[in-house]
C-alpha cells in the first residue's frame, strides 16, 4: 500500500479523519468495543466499525473503518487472519483462556516437542470447531457467554473453519504445566482458544489460552498498525483507494463503464476476469465499487460513491 494519509491534532476535535481504515495495534484489557469509542472520538464521527473482534486479553491487529469505509468492512472479514500465541498444557478452565476460572489440572510435564507435534495435525487444515461457550455466537437470540454467565450450560454446535498453519514454535516446561508458544494461520471464525482447549484435551491434560495477538488481517498487519497513543497524536488513515487494491483483485473501468457503475448499474458483457468480489477502479485510479461476476454480465455488490 501507498503511504497513508495521516490527520494531525485529531485529539483537539478540529480535525476530521476522511474516509477509510484505520490499523489499530489493540492493547490488553481493551474491548473491541473500547477500541471502537475511543475512535469515534478521535474521528470526530459516530461512523466507526471494526471487521472482526479481538478478546480483552488479546493485542494486535484491529482494522476499524471510518465514516464510509464501514461499509468495506463486511467484506473484509473474510480475510485469513495470523496469530501468535501462548497455550498452556494441563489446566483447563471455563473460558479456555486465561481469563476464566480453572477447571481442571493434570500433570503436564511428561509432554515433549514430539508428543504436542503428533496432536497438531489434527486441528490444520479443513476442520470441524466447536467454539468456546464463552463466545459471542447468538442463542435464540442471547450471547453465549451471556448464558454461561447466567448459569446456563451451552454447547455450541461445531462449525467448519480452515486453519491452514498451526505452528510449534517453543515449548518450555513450568513446574508441573507446559507452554507452548504456536503460529496460527486460520479463516475468520476459528477460535485460537478453541484450538488450545482441543489440544490439551487430546492430550489427556487440558489446555487454555494465555496469550494471544493477532499479527495479521488479511493484508494488513503490525507493520501497518499504531497504538492508541500514536493515534491521539497522528491520526493514520489509509484511504478508501489502498485499500480496496490491496484486499481484492482490481479492474479498470472505461469512461461508459465509469457512468454506470456511479449509478450502480450492472455491466452487461463483462468480464472482471477473476473470481468473488472484485474492485473498481476509473482510469484516474479512484475506487468506485466492488463487483461480482454473474453469468455474462458484472453485477454490483456494494457501491461507493
Known amino acids: 500500500m501507498t503511504e497513508p494519509e495521516t490527520v494531525p491534532g485529531t485529539g483537539n476535535g478540529r480535525e476530521r479523519a476522511h474516509n477509510g481504515l484505520v490499523i489499530v495495534d489493540k492493547p490488553a484489557g481493551w474491548t473491541s468495543h473500547d477500541v471502537v469509542g475511543r475512535m469515534r472520538r478521535l474521528a470526530g464521527t459516530r461512523k466507526v466499525g471494526h471487521s472482526g473482534t479481538l478478546d480483552p486479553m488479546a493485542t494486535g491487529v484491529l482494522v476499524l473503518g471510518v465514516n464510509r469505509a464501514t461499509r468495506l468492512l463486511g467484506h473484509l472479514t473474510l480475510a485469513d487472519k495470523e496469530y501468535l500465541a501462548t497455550i498452556r498444557l494441563g489446566q483447563a478452565t471455563v473460558t479456555d483462556d486465561a481469563e476464566g476460572d480453572v477447571v481442571s489440572s493434570a500433570p503436564a510435564a511428561h509432554l515433549d516437542e514430539a508428543a504436542v507435534r503428533a496432536v497438531l495435525p489434527a486441528y490444520t487444515g479443513d476442520i470441524q470447531q466447536v467454539p468456546s461457550s464463552v463466545s459471542a455466537i447468538k442463542v435464540d437470540g442471547v450471547r453465549s457467554y451471556a448464558r454461561v454467565r447466567s448459569g446456563d450450560e451451552v454447547v455450541l454446535a461445531a462449525r467448519p473453519v480452515t486453519v491452514s498453519v498451526f505452528d510449534l514454535q517453543a515449548l518450555r516446561v513450568e513446574g508441573e504445566f507446559v507452554d507452548i508458544d504456536v503460529r496460527v494461520v486460520c479463516t475468520s471464525g476459528t477460535y485460537v482458544r478453541a484450538l488450545a482447549r ?108
Open 198 to 305: 482441543d489440544v490439551g484435551a487430546d492430550l489427556g491434560v487440558g489446555g487454555h489460552l494465555t496469550m494471544l495477538r493477532r499479527t495479521r488481517v488479511g493484508a494488513f498487519s503490525l507493520d501497518d498498525a499504531h497504538t492508541l497513543e500514536q493515534l491521539e497524536q497522528d491520526l493514520v488513515v489509509a484511504g478508501l483507494d489502498d485499500v480496496a487494491r490491496a484486499s481484492f483483485t482490481s479492474y479498470e473501468l472505461d469512461e461508459d463503464q465509469t457512468r454506470d457503475v456511479r449509478f450502480g448499474r450492472s455491466l452487461p458483457d463483462t468480464d472482471l476476469c477473476a473470481v468473488g468480489v472484485v474492485a473498481l477502479f476509473t482510469a484516474t485510479g479512484e475506487f468506485l465499487a466492488l463487483y461480482e461476476q454473474r453469468g455474462p454480465d458484472a453485477k454490483p455488490v456494494a457501491v461507493f460513491v
